[in-house]
């Protein structure tokens, strides 16, 4: 068999592949319903824990939930599945805002760093800018 119909069959192959894990939904990134879901997926992993309040972000990939003594439930797409964590001030390695809507922190958790993550309201982005502040000031760390 000649190299060039080898090459030609294999790139075939992989767009072919490729096509049917696209097609077969593979390549879908999963959104939030609404702050029902959120909180229905946060009780999956976190049976014990009842939220407060649901910050949605603005493209619905992302909800904190307040299930209080200072700590913040998150229920983040990741592909067409969720993952969700416990946070806590103490947790988070960088916090910044970009502007009024938005937030960004890094965590200290090796298997998921954090993000940036704007919102609808200036009101959600505030709210949980104050619950991921430190408590003491000495403490805080900004971004170089």
Same mark, same amino acid.
Do not use: Y
């Given at each position: ?22 097609? &077969? ?8 319903? !609404?702050?029902?879901?959120?909180? =229905?997926?946060?009780?999956? +992993? %976190? ?9 949605l972000t603005a493209d619905a990939r992302t ?9 913040i439930g998150i229920v983040h797409s990741i ?8 946070? &806590? ?8 805002? !970009?502007?009024?809507?938005?937030? =960004?922190?890094?965590?200290? +958790? %090796? ?34």
């Open positions: 068999m000649s190299l060039p119909l080898l090459i030609a069959i294999v790139a075939l192959g992989i767009a072919l592949s490729v096509a049917a894990v696209h097609f &077969t939904g593979g390549s879908k990134t999963a959104t939030l319903a !609404g702050a029902d879901q959120a909180m =229905s997926r946060f009780a999956e +992993d %976190f049976p014990d824990e009842i939220a407060a309040l649901v910050r909800a904190f939930l307040d299930i209080g003594q200072g700590r592909g067409d599945c969720f993952l969700t964590r416990i946070v &806590t001030p103490q947790d988070v390695a960088v916090l910044n805002v !970009g502007d009024v809507n938005t937030v =960004s922190f890094r965590l200290a +958790d %090796f298997t998921w760093k954090g993000g940036r993550f704007r919102f609808s309201s200036a009101a959600d982005a505030q709210g949980l800018l104050k619950t991921l502040q430190p408590q003491h000031p000495s403490s805080a760390r900004e971004a170089a």
